[in-house]
């Protein structure tokens, strides 16, 4: 039977079923004479050392990221709050294990009702801390499977999988879960291909001995035949020699096989991404989404401690690999408690971004002064980038900041950056329609395809009942694009693409043949990309784009860049 969901990793195995289900409110363990409350202190403190142990393995492993998913879950382990709450509980009901629990799952309801992914995906681990603690009160273990397995799962602790052996687990397929929760992040970070919302996963597969899976496809295929394993086992062998193809290219500029140079960057969220983008070859960094320096703390970074984490990139990419620095895209689903803004009835529609500098100019000057504080310190010329400029007078805005800041380093005797290259963010349509005003006003543009995609369809990007309006190679999307691109090359100046669309091999290839010059995506995407484009001529993609403008609907672009990414398939071997 043949099921599909989202993609969560990539990868693909064939392998037996493996059912997990998470423990149910075990028997309280022996209580001894000590009390409910020092329980539940015991609890947590195990709970600290067994993540910190993983932790310490995974950091073993160069995945620092992944490592400190668990040591965030480890503080929230000895949370007063959720602590207290279980103590509370418990001292009514006499059973900790189910106090924590129901304490976990109050704490992870509140979160997930949050109006901001990075938060509501903290309720799994929390959820996860609880249910950890809950199993140690209650002395159950999970037992691992025995052979490599698919872990078939509503869902599964992030924590969960770190600790089964590696070699255990050949896949994960969720009937719950999203491609950005905890759990999948960790898969593609441990090369667990991984499908994530499958819908009526755990009732078809109860039966099920053996699974094949194909995370990049968000495939999977319960008790397969001879020749759906065949068909499988090909793809397999085809994604390996990609990979060995791609692994081979990584420290080439990205370019087309007959020398059109576009240049692959990194989108960052902070210095921890570094070393990850470092690995992956990127040419920079196209976007340093930098809000996320300010997000889940109770008051904004100091300009020193912003100083240390822009100095740390631009010091790691040194002169020659640009780094572009966004002033913190604020608002819309980001939002931040201790600024105090006003509710809105439609947040993507409201004080987002660069509109911050009307009601906290302050955040905004403080973050341009660290910016160019970095620069100096660093020695090297620090791009700075403005997002959701929807009309001249925010250039004028952004304008007037930069010199602001750069003025009162000056009367404070601060190093400054002698120059900074700075550019905006093509993300709201109006700033297409003005494209060619702008351009001659600023360095370099960067169209963010995830928000140009919302906007320009009118559909909010956090609902996924729109998914059908999402896929950025709408036609209309297109056609902003290639206006975007004419404007630049008009002015003279660089046009890159920093939303989802460009690590999509598909989209890379489109874009790359409207004329794009850079393309700035999640560094897991770089290899894919790279050697996507070595294998095409410009001449090729240029077609591609002209039909890709001409038609009129995603599919039907996915289908002709299909074309494209099909006949440079590596055959298996
Ligand atoms: C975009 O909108 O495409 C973009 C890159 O910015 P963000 O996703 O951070 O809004
Ligand atoms: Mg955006």
Known sequence: MRL??????????????????????????????????????????????????????????????????????????????????????????????????????????????????????????????????????????????????????????????AELPRHLLAGLALEGGTATAHCAILARAMGIPAVVGVRGLLAAAEHARQVAIDGARGELVLDPDESETAAVEARRAEAAARDRAAAALRGCAGATADGRAVRLVANIGGPADVPRALAAGAEGVGLFRTEFLFLGRSRAPSEEEQLAAYRGVLEAFGPGRPVVIRLADIG?????????????????????????????????????????????????????????????????????????????????????SPALVWGIMVEVPAAVFLATELARRVGFFSIGTNDLTQYLLAADRTNPALAHLHDALQPAVLRAVAQVVAAADAAGIEVAVCGELAGDPAGALVLAGLGVDELSADAGSLDSVRLTLSRVTSAEIETLAGRALAATDAARVRALAGELLERDATPAR
């Open 4 to 161: 599909s969901g989202t993609p969560g990793a990539p990868g693909i195995a064939v392998a037996a079923a493996w059912r997990y289900a998470p423990p149910t409110a075990g028997a309280a363990a022996v209580a001894g004479d000590i009390s409910t409350r020092e329980r539940l202190e015991a609890a947590a403190d195990e709970a600290v050392a067994q993540l910190d142990a993983l932790a310490a393995g995974l950091r073993a492993a160069g995945l620092d990221e992944e490592a400190g998913i668990l040591e965030a879950q480890g503080l929230m382990a000895t949370d007063p709050a959720l602590l207290g709450e279980a103590m509370r509980t418990a001292e009514l009901s006499g059973d900790p294990a189910a106090a924590i629990r129901a304490a976990g799952e109050a704490a992870a309801g509140i979160l997930a009702a949050v109006d901001d992914p990075i938060v509501a995906a903290r309720a799994a681990d929390v959820r996860d801390v609880a249910e950890r603690m809950a199993r140690i009160l209650s002395g159950t273990v999970v037992r691992p499977p025995d052979e490599p397995s698919v872990v078939l799962a509503e869902d599964v602790p992030a924590s969960l999988l």
């Open 332 to 416: 819309g689903d980001k939002a931040l408690p201790y600024l105090d803004l006003a509710p809105e009835q439609n947040p993507f529609l409201g004080v987002r971004a660069i509109r911050l500098a009307y009601s906290s100019r302050e955040l905004l000057l403080t973050q341009l002064r660290a910016i160019s504080r970095a620069g100096a310190a660093a020695g090297v010329t620090p791009h700075v980038m403005a997002p959701m400029i929807a009309t001249l007078a925010d250039v004028d805005l952004f304008d007037g900041l930069r010199a602001e800041a750069q003025a009162s380093l000056e009367a404070h005797g601060l190093a400054a």
